[in-house]
């Protein structure tokens, strides 16, 4: 099985729900293609450390995937968000045989879909490091 | 200000430096410690932000392992970390 990661950054001119909508067709495309999604995170609206097109925020979207073998499918959704201007910011990893090494889970916990931004972070690190603050 | 010093292992004792015989100059190194083996971390998360600020001081460059004391696997695991953080715009890639 191999696992990714799957972030992509958002134009923060775009409203919630058009995010959302932008998420459901990416994620569309992806359960498409043989892909599981594991789980989503939403982080919100977030400061960007540099201004990209001259913005200086971004809404931050994290898609955990799972497939049982590879998939080109993902490229596919690379290519969509490269042409779509409003993602600003995009990052796909394989991230199974990194975690293996690691001896980490390789599937996060999942939590509902949408789930809201800030509880969906805390827990998020909570549950990837057994070290927090 | 949490920078410079931050990536510096916390390495405490088992002091390195020359005993002088003659009344030299007597000086202690804190040994450095790679702060991802002291703390069992074998997978960087480009997305934990905390941890990667922790090497990066200032002028937003990595901090060199020569300075950090960090081994050289986890350098470079640390390296990519930063890497992808920086491509999200999650840490800067040079600030003046």
Redesign the interface.
Known sequence: MRTYEL?F?VDPRVSDEEVVELTGEYKQMLTGGGLVIAREESWGRRK???P?HKLTE?K?V?LYLSSEDGTRTLADVEHRMNQNDKV??Y?S?RTDL??K????PQLPEPIGEGTPAVAGERA??GG??G?EE | MPPRSGGRGAGRGAAKGAKGAKGKKVFYRRRKVCKFCA?K???V????VKLLQQFIPERSKILPRRISGTCARHQRLLQQGIK?A????????ATD
């Open positions: 972030v950054v960007l450390a540099f990209i971004g931050y994290v600003l910011r990052l990893v990194d975690l090494r690691a001896g980490r998020a690190e990837r490091s070290r | 703390d971390i074998d997978y998360d480009y997305k934990d992808r920086r491509h999200l715009a999650l840490i800067p890639f």
